[in-house]
């Protein structure tokens, strides 16, 4: 996060504390998408992943006041948002995520371009797929890739959200993407 970005957090944060609402919408703004994204890692149905971001925002916001360093804020609703996904992931609870059409977002203009669709559904398997695979590490290397990895997330924060040392994060980050790319040379051989 860059200066400007974390001076402007802590701003929001403290006026949070005072009463303002406003600036706690300012707040979801800034990190909405990173939440959903790490929720949605977490959970991998779409519903219950924007449900889980929806709650990780409400008891931030019930509990703002608790936090004692304002510069802190990003990584303690990480730790929210991970914990909420965790006790979903508990409960056992069966999601379905319904697969989408997404070829509309490949047709500019309402013009069909049957090229661009089909590069777009192999990218989106691709991702898929590597998805899939990173969902099949253990949590402690999934975890850290999410953070790090796809949500540009420091070391720092992930060492806070995941309560290890900075020493653990880099370790885990790269056993993990070495397991990943273990993984996918695997399935790439097996093609």
Not at 109 to 122: I, S, W
Request: with cysteine; hydrophobic share 40%; proline share 4%.
């Amino acid at each position: 996060m860059e200066p400007a970005d974390m001076a402007r957090t802590v701003e929001l944060v403290q006026s949070v504390k005072t009463g303002n609402t406003r600036a706690f919408w300012d707040l979801m703004s800034i990190y909405e998408a990173m939440i959903y994204r790490f929720c949605y890692r977490k959970l991998l149905v779409r519903e219950a992943a924007e449900d889980a971001a929806k709650e990780a925002f409400i008891k931030a916001f019930e509990k703002i006041r608790t936090l004692k360093d304002d510069v802190k804020f990003k990584p303690w609703l990480f730790t929210i948002a991970r914990n909420i996904c965790i006790d979903e992931l508990k409960r056992g609870n069966k999601f379905v995520d319904l697969p989408e059409d997404d070829t509309l977002d490949a047709i500019p203009n309402g013009k069909p371009n049957p090229e661009r669709a089909l590069e777009e559904k192999q990218k989106m398997r691709a991702e898929e797929m590597v998805m899939d695979q990173v969902g099949k590490l253990s949590e402690k290397y999934k975890d850290v890739l999410f953070l790090v990895h796809y949500e540009g997330v420091s070391y720092e924060e992930a060492s806070q959200v995941l309560n290890v040392p900075i020493g653990t994060i880099r370790s885990r980050l790269a056993r993990g993407l070495d397991a990943l790319r273990s993984r996918m040379q695997s399935l790439s051989e097996m093609a």
